[in-house]
């Protein structure tokens, strides 16, 4: 659709209008539309660099090349149209309201303030992590990561943070289905894996209270984990028959030595906050009745640090261990395809349908 010079200036009005700054990021792209919409390509003698703002504002116009003016034109009008919708919807929020992103069925999601908030929603099964929850926390992953938030946050809806795998998930399986069904899981459960490893921006678990299995050991691949004191961390694999995954047989050994490593994977030791965190698996305790309080004015205010040198930050520092966590979460899941067919893991599952065994 072609955009009139009208509906231009209308869009160029608005945007002095817009409730929200939108950040120095947007501000620059609708400078450059604006000026390759008025002027064409990037006519301004490139400016010396020790000039930052007119060097990053020659950058942003300059990086537009040839594109026509009437190309430039809509897209300014459609990036004014986005950011006065979003603008718009926010001051009709209420106040402290969540901005409720795409529908999901086991999740909530949110975005506001510079944060989107992806809240595990299956209290009464204490957040287990089904089938369906794996591929929507994917594809909410995926959502965040190209979202206009700076920073991503992880947490369970209820009194649990999140009780693991769903171990359901084992029922109704007639024994000519379950290799290809273990086969599945497991494809689901590597890039499951695979998203927190590449998730780009910084990733926090707000971890409301206790933790099993999986959402114990996919938390050494987030940013950093903010645990309420009634919080506890047990990875109960060799009950089940099961391993380590989420990449904690790498993870866990660097983060607390081996021999505590072991003692949580492979003895099962339930940990609390406190002991948690003197391991270096949590990084910091809060009393649970001002954890939300305390924990989401931080993360407010770590929102507010500039986007890119943030993500940069983060990248340089995890980048370094991609290679090495991919072929770790292969492996695990490559042992673990092993276990699900295991008498050991059939058994403990069987146990969990009939007697709801309680770890
Ligand atoms: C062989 C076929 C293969 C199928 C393919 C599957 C493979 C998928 C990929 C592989 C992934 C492996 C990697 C992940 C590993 C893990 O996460 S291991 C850890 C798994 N989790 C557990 O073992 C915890 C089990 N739950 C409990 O021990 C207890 O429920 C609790 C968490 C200690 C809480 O106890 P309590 O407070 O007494 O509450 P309950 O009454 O037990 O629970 C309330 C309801 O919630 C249900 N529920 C809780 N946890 C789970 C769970 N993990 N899976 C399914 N359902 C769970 C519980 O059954 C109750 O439901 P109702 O009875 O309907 O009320």
Redesign the pocket.
Known sequence: MRSSQEEFENAVNRVKLLKKDPGNEVKLKLYALYKQATEGPCNMPKPGVFDFINKAKWDAWNALGSMPKETARQSYVDLVSSLSSSSMSSSQVKPGADRKQQEYENLVVTSEDGITKIMLNRP???N?INTQMYQEIILALKAASKDNSVLTVLTGNGD?YC????????SG?TAGE?EE??KN??DM?RVFVNSFIDFPKPLIAVVNG?A????VTILGLCDAVYASDRATFHT??SH?G?SP?GCSSYTFPKIMGPAKAIEMLVFGKKLTAEEACARGLVTEVFPDNTFQKQVWARLKAYSEFPANSIRISKQVIRNMEKEKLYAVNAEECSV?QER??SNE??NA?VN?LSR????
């Not at 099993?212 to 959402?215: P, Q, S, W, Y």
């Open positions: 009464t099964k204490k287990a649990y009780s693991g795998n769903d171990l359901t998930d084992f399986i379950i069904k273990v899981n497991l459960l206790p099993v299995g999986i959402a109960p694999f089940l099961l995954e673990l699900l067919l893991c059939i599952a969990f709801k065994a309680k770890l």
